[in-house]
């Protein structure tokens, strides 16, 4: 062999090293059960540039999600149930009443100046606001409680010992008392009607907050409230016929309006032109309703009739008449066009409370109706409902329902009873029949 071809022989031999060399450098790796930057291939074991950490991929860019906007989150409407009393009581009422408005000091502004060239200003009348407030009757005892709506802080309004006060309704704007329970003999019905002491703006009563007044005449046996609580219409009777009489609280003026030789009757007073009165219910038996005219006495006119164990509630407006049956089916007819709708609802119509427009209309509403005669055994305390706060819409039909109190926080099983509405309608109100404690509910 030539020098020159031993040469070329060489060079092609280092040029074979280099590149299988350059080969397996490249191609080298690690698998999970190697250390940081050591390769675990055989090869690499024998690589003559050394332990070299691998320089690791470039990693992912991230997702541009600046223009990511996120769902807002549903807003949940938080009805606040809470007891108000903390006794049984007899009956209540809602209304406005005046009070003292609490002013941020910080923001407060000086009642005089300061310096050399201030003026003296005259005091600023302390700034006050009208806020829905309830006063309800004792049961035990006859007296009188008091709070605002927004902050539950029961007080004593006014002491009066009657015990044992069975109904007790308010009228002349929270400022009088009507007060029914049982002579001593435990049969006849005693109705005792007393003027409220005034307050004191801030205060709860002046310092005599004895409560004065007179009784209506003994027996009898139903009473209802105007809508404006200006006047109270009640039924007695007179041989062996019912009268119904109308009694001014302001100015005790009467007015006779209605007489019947039956003697069973039930009365709501929904407006000014218009008093029902509705035959008390029994299951399997047909009852009836009608209208009487508080101005004219004359005007009595039929509204339904031959409907088992009819219950009713008219709507202000006097256009829409809430009735139920023995079966508990709630239904609405409407006095212009006479046509009876069903509700597809099972209450009683004294469960419920009609809004001010008469558009809707707030009921408590068994969640099971178990079997019985009914109403009577509702009535007689044989059978006791758990119930649901339901909201009927008039125009739409539509039933939706508001409020489980046996699922509510401090809430409870509750049979609805006494359902008002304040005048803003924020607040739902309502005693409960298995205790009779006073309830609030707050729709807004």
Known sequence: MSKRNFILLIIILFIAVVVILGFFYFQKGSTPGGKDGEGTNFISRFNPFGNKKPTPPPATPPTDVSGYQPSP????????????????????????????????????????????????????????????????????????????????????????????????????????????????DGRTIQTFIGNLPKEYLGADATPDNEIKGSFLPEG??????????????????????MAGTTLNLLNNKKAQVFDSSFTEWLSFWPNSKMITLTTKPSSGIPGYMYGANPINNNNLSKVLGGINGLTTLTSPNGKLVLYGDDNLS???????????????????????????????????????????????????????????????????????????????????????????????????????????????????
């Open 73 to 184: 989150p549903t807003e949940e409407i938080k009805l606040k149930l809470k007891k108000v009393s903390s006794m049984p009581i007899a009956g209540f009422t809602v209304f406005s009443k005046e009070r003292l408005k609490e002013i941020n000091p910080s923001l407060a502004l000086p009642l005089t100046g300061e310096g050399k060239n201030s003026k003296t200003t005259k005091p600023t009348p302390p700034l006050t606001e009208f806020m829905p407030a309830l006063r309800y009757v004792d049961r035990a005892t006859g007296n009188i409680y008091q709070t605002f709506t927004d902050k539950i802080e029961e007080r004593r309004f006014s002491t009066i010992i009657i015990p044992k006060i069975y109904e007790a309704y308010f009228g002349a704007k929270a400022e009088s008392v009507v007060m029914r329970y049982l002579k001593e």
């Open 330 to 444: 709630l239904n609405v007819y409407r006095t212009d066009t006479k046509i009876s709708e069903p509700l597809g609802v099972k209450t009683l119509p004294e469960k419920c409370v009609w809004s001010k427009a008469g558009e809707a209309v707030y009921c408590a509403v068994p969640k099971i109706i178990n079997f019985g005669l009914y109403p009577d055994a509702w009535y007689q305390g044989e059978i006791s409902f758990s119930d649901q706060f339901w909201k009927i819409d008039m125009k739409t039909g539509n039933a939706t329902i508001i409020l489980d109190p046996a699922t509510e926080a401090g809430g409870g099983e509750t049979d609805g009873i006494k359902l008002a509405l304040d005048n803003d309608e924020n607040y739902l109100f309502f005693v409960n029949k298995k205790d009779s404690f006073l309830w609030e509910l707050k729709l807004k």
């Open 220 to 241: 009898i046996k139903d009473l209802s409230l105007s809508p404006d609580s200006l006047s109270i219409f009640y039924l007695f009777n007179i041989g062996d016929n």
